[in-house]
């Protein structure tokens, strides 16, 4: 009967499906694109009978498939995507986008352009008003390998110093690939969304062209529009660009405080810890070490030497001038139960001295003060130090004992 063979049919269709999918996992790629090739025949073969809608499913497997098919060539994969953008009209943008990835991927740039140049020339009645977003983006990568192009003409400008009708042709050339690189990237980044890479090109042009104020706009537009994600790069951005222009330090800490805030384990954190140690101003300072304490919360700063020796630096400060060890005390409260464990074990001191002795000594004094002199991690560092004959390590102890009672007073 009609409605048993409908319900055969589904039954097969799911279960090539799912052979498909078991052999992609297994990274069984001729299989995969076997079970694809019954499962694209056996549409045909039904496709009279019940319309289904598999196109993005067939398209989404088989780049897969091709992409991950070692003797796959690029001229199989273009192929692919020419049928696959004539098999849905709906999903036809995205397949174009896809395809030019794989080309920039591969580094077909001239004909990745070729396809977005044909892809903004598409129209298909109101589809084309429905993929509006997808024509965006386009467009903005189109931006994108005019940028390139600019690029390119400038570095030869700038490195090669032709001269006469020479400099003039590729002066030319350059100032066409800006005008139409501007006009895309600038469309794009008006709508909110992460736009990282079309900033910083289209950002790279103006400055280059001797426009700090229409980059400035742009970057912090980027950063503080509220209708724009959350995005640590936007600061960063913004940062890079305030030092460039050689702007004040204390635009500089405006800029990176919001990036503590969104991102605390930034590198950029390093710089901001510097300049708020060399603060006069103490509210300065407290965050300084404040932004130290947090960085070092992250297991990828564990071993990092700058970040331990910051700490180390502002913390000895405090113990010399006797003042605001208040402040060490509301940092370590709240990481008194797991820093111990994490950055002070006697097997990391053992680590941290056969690989790094540098990072042992920061260490050893930041866990000597936290800790007391009676810290497995300073003890073990300590002693090495002092066996091994080597100066810093008994000033390094000496420091300790000295200042042992500021253990107890941050200990509570």
Request: with cysteine.
């Amino acid at each position: 009967s009609s409605h048993e063979h409908k319900l055969n049919f589904r039954k097969s269709k799911e279960a090539c499906l799912s052979y498909i999918q078991d052999a992609m996992l297994q990274k069984q790629w001729k299989r995969a694109a076997e079970f694809l090739t019954f499962y694209v025949e056996s549409l045909e073969k039904d496709y009279s009978r019940e319309h289904v809608g598999p196109s993005e499913m067939i398209w989404r497997i088989g780049t897969e498939v091709l992409c991950h098919r070692s003797h796959s060539s690029m001229k199989e994969f273009s192929c692919f995507m020419e049928q696959m953008k004539t098999l849905g009209v709906k999903r036809y943008l995205k397949v174009c986008l896809e395809h030019v990835f794989h080309l920039l991927c591969n580094g077909q740039i001239d004909e990745a352009y070729q396809n977005l140049s044909l892809a903004e020339s598409w129209r298909y009645g109101e589809q084309t008003a429905i993929q509006d977003r997808e024509m965006k983006l386009v467009q903005a990568y189109r931006g994108l390998l005019d940028y390139y192009s600019w690029s390119k003409q400038k570095n030869i400008l700038l490195e090669h110093g032709l001269d006469g009708f020479a400099d003039l042709s590729v002066e030319q050339e350059m100032h066409s690939c800006f005008r139409k690189a501007a006009t895309n990237l600038k469309e794009i980044i008006k709508i909110p969304g992460v736009w990282d890479l079309f900033v910083k090109c289209y950002v790279d042009m103006l400055e280059f062209y001797g426009d700090p104020n229409e980059a400035r706009q742009v970057l912090n537009e980027y950063a503080y529009n509220s209708r724009f994600p959350a995005n640590p790069n936007a600061h960063v951005y913004l940062y890079q660009f305030l030092k460039r222009q050689g702007e004040s330090k204390k635009s500089l800490i405006s800029a990176l405080k919001i990036l503590h805030d969104i991102a605390p384990s930034h590198e950029l954190m390093i710089e901001l810890n510097t300049m708020l140690q060399k603060s006069k101003k103490r509210k300065k300072r407290r965050l300084g070490l404040e932004v130290i304490f947090a960085v070092l919360d992250y297991a990828g700063w564990k071993e990092n030497v700058k970040a331990w020796s910051c700490l180390a630096r502002q913390v000895k400060q405090i113990l010399i001038s006797e003042k605001h060890l208040d402040w060490i005390k509301q940092e370590w409260n709240s990481r008194r139960d797991w820093w111990p464990a994490f950055h002070f074990s006697r097997y990391l001191a053992k680590r941290n001295w056969q690989e790094n002795k540098s990072l042992s000594y920061e260490k050893a004094l930041v866990a000597g003060i936290l800790l007391g002199k009676d810290c497995k991690y300073f003890k073990y560092v300590s002693h090495q130090g002092c066996k091994a004959q080597m100066k810093r390590f008994r000033m390094l102890k000496k420091f300790v004992n000295r200042h042992n009672s500021v253990y107890l007073r941050i200990s509570g």
